[in-house]
């Protein structure tokens, strides 16, 4: 297929056009999609960033679907993973009529483990009523289900702990010895995978695989020629965690849990294990009360300068080790037994080496949690290992997200990466934002350090507000903020509020837009992958501009030996970061043509400093004022803002 056919496609005449309703056939949308088929052909390296509204999805499957290769596209949740596969792919291929295999493969955590049900059937435990009735829908959906997708069962909880009872992990798994292993749910995912032209996974899934192999199914992507990687602005971080080398309490404690429960039915077991199981429990506790009085998360010699928890941590490796050495007498005993033991050798290894030092060129650190810990040894450059892994698949690999690039250049990313010299583009977003959006930059605000700065901010926000009538995003980074904010707004507010960690994320969504008139405040994870269209959501207002945690002790790291360089880690690496993640939140308000609204960032520094200049040129063009009036005016209008005389160039 030559590259003008893929633009006929996606074009006014083309099939899409004819075949799908709504569908409007966007130069920006054609433009990528040969770009990708040129990717693919010679297998090469291309960063697309494509502005909300490109049409970034039918861009790249179109010509994966026709490339006649093995393609693995990777999304960046779940979420966003089955509505490709079950919305989509379908779509697309049906248009096409492509005759090509597809498959969906998730890590092992959300596919119901048939040896672990019945392992918790066969226990017996009781259960309080909650749990139990969790548990029968479970048993009663495990004999309907084909996938054993535990998103299939929406009335358990994601959150629920049943769930961590019957599933599995890579140190659980009982692999070919499992009683269980001709149905197993995740075998059958992999074997469809291994057939198939057409792998949707998720990055998570992904980096357990190329990083790790830890989810098992290295077989399934050495042999694919394309990789496309959507909402790619998640890669530096994500790569990160699976280049790590990590222990944590909660697996210490699965791992002491199991070791009990693959006593049963055999004669001495319980008597050889019980006391070392137990002494672990204590001292994964001690560990955990010795850091109390320490920051959340710091850099590793943070807990070596305690006594206490040097005492603690000692304690604990002696009592891993025990553990292991009592367990090997067992092993033979059972395949449950042998895994116990081999995950007790592993865990004890890594924690041995987290302990003494990691590797020449880690970062080691710990973060704590309300009952938990885990301690964690970080590369502190990610490009060498990423670019290794890509060399290794020979394959074209194809970045694409709405945020990739600072002020039109995508030198940070591709760093980060160790993406050299890839073939770029740059896709602007088909909205008309000089229309559709204002941006409000509130005057008379204090420096974001100061103690009163939300209580401003929520004062230059009201009217806003009132002229919107709600239906607003309040997106702040911090829960601090949040919580201070949910405080006021409480006592002053006449439109429904909700507040993140009120309820599951996409139950707070789906009330909001229900609502009609709501104000939602969110931190995080309501920056980026939330999609509300239409007149619920009209504001966005950003209380910051979102520079990462000065507490990140592998950014802090980074940031050193940035500097030690010749670099100014500021410019070159904070800066960039920031924009990029700024991009995301703005990126909530205009989700449509027919979207309308305005963005208020409330962050005096992009007015005051220098480099705020740079944050504003890497936002889509829409008129900017600092006058009130003018958004006033926007709300009464159906047209074009009139811009008063303080509105920015």
Request: proline share 5%; glycine share 8%; aromatic share 6%.
């Amino acid at each position: 297929m030559t590259d003008p056919d893929i633009a006929d496609l996606l074009g006014a005449d083309g099939p899409f056009a004819r075949d799908l309703p709504n569908f409007l056939p966007r130069e920006a949308q054609q433009e990528m999609a040969r770009a990708v088929q040129h990717a693919i052909a010679e297998r090469d390296t291309l960063v697309a960033e494509a502005g909300t509204g490109t049409g970034k999805t039918y861009a790249y499957l179109v010509p994966a679907l026709l490339s006649g290769e093995r393609v693995i596209v990777s999304t960046g949740t779940k979420a966003l993973q089955d509505q490709l596969y079950f919305r989509d792919l379908p779509r697309v291929r049906s248009v096409l009529g492509a005759n090509v295999k597809t498959a969906l493969l998730k890590g092992r955590a959300n596919y119901l483990c048939l040896y672990r049900l019945d392992q918790t059937v066969r226990e017996g435990a009781s259960f309080d009523r909650e749990h139990a009735g969790q548990l029968a829908a479970i048993r009663a959906w495990s004999a309907r289900t084909r996938r054993g997708d535990r998103m299939e069962l929406a009335e358990v909880p994601e959150e629920s702990a049943m769930w961590l009872r019957v599933t599995s992990t890579p140190d659980n798994c009982l692999g070919v010895e499992c009683p269980f292993y001709d149905d197993c749910h995740v075998i059958k995912a992999r074997r469809e995978a291994q057939e198939a032209e057409i792998v949707v996974v998720n990055h998570h899934l992904l980096f357990a695989d190329l990083a790790l192999k830890q989810e098992g199914f290295g077989e399934i992507l050495p042999g694919a020629q394309a990789f496309i990687l959507d909402e790619a602005h998640q890669i530096p971080e994500l790569a990160g965690q699976f280049f790590s080398q990590s222990i944590s309490a909660r697996q210490l404690t699965e791992l002491a849990q199991d070791s009990l429960s693959e006593c049963t039915g055999i004669t001495g077991a319980l008597g050889a294990v019980l006391e070392p199981v137990e002494a672990l429990q204590e001292a994964v506790r001690k560990l955990r009360l010795s850091m109390d009085a320490m920051p959340q998360r710091g850099p590793f010699h943070q807990l070596d300068g305690s006594a206490s928890v040097r005492t603690a941590l000692h304690d604990l490796r002696e009592l891993m080790a025990a553990l292991a050495d009592v367990l090997a007498s067992q092993a033979e005993r059972s395949r449950g037994m042998a895994n116990v033991f081999e995950r007790a050798s592993m865990l004890s290894e890594r924690l041995d080496r987290i302990a003494d030092g990691g590797g020449e060129q880690d970062v080691r650190w710990y973060e704590q949690f309300p009952r938990g810990f885990a301690l964690h040894a970080t590369p502190l450059d990610l490009a060498a290992p990423l670019r290794g892994l890509r060399e290794r698949t020979q394959a074209a690999w194809i970045h694409t997200s709405a945020t990739l690039s600072v002020a039109g250049d995508f030198g940070h990313f591709a760093r980060q990466l160790g993406l050299e010299d890839p073939q770029t583009l740059s896709l602007q977003s088909p909205f008309d934002y000089a229309r559709q959006a204002l941006c409000y930059l509130p005057q008379g605000l204090p420096d974001p350090a100061a103690r009163d700065y939300i209580d401003r901010v929520i004062d230059v926000v009201l009217p806003v507000l009132r002229a919107s009538n709600g239906r607003a995003f309040l997106l702040f980074t911090s829960h601090r903020a949040l919580r201070r904010a949910a405080e006021l707004l409480h006592q002053r507010v006449p439109w429904p509020l909700f507040v993140q960690g009120a309820a599951p994320r996409h139950r707070l969504l789906e009330e909001f837009r229900a609502s009609g008139h709501g104000v939602l405040l969110g931190a995080a994870s309501f920056w980026e992958g939330v999609d509300v269209q239409g007149d619920a959501l009209s504001v966005v207002v950003i209380d910051k501009l979102p520079f990462a945690a000065p507490d990140d002790p592998v950014l802090q790291a980074r940031l050193d030996a940035l500097e030690q360089s010749g670099i100014n880690p500021f410019m070159g690496w904070q800066v960039p970061s920031a924009v990029i993640a700024l991009k995301q939140g703005v990126g909530r308000l205009i989700r449509d043509v027919r979207d309308r609204g305005v963005l208020v960032l409330c962050d005096p520094r992009l007015t005051g400093k220098g480099y705020g200049k740079l944050f504003l040129a890497s936002l889509p063009a829409m008129p900017r004022t600092r006058d009130i009036d003018d958004v006033q005016a926007f709300f009464t209008q159906n047209g074009s803002v009139s811009m008063g005389e303080d509105a920015l160039p």
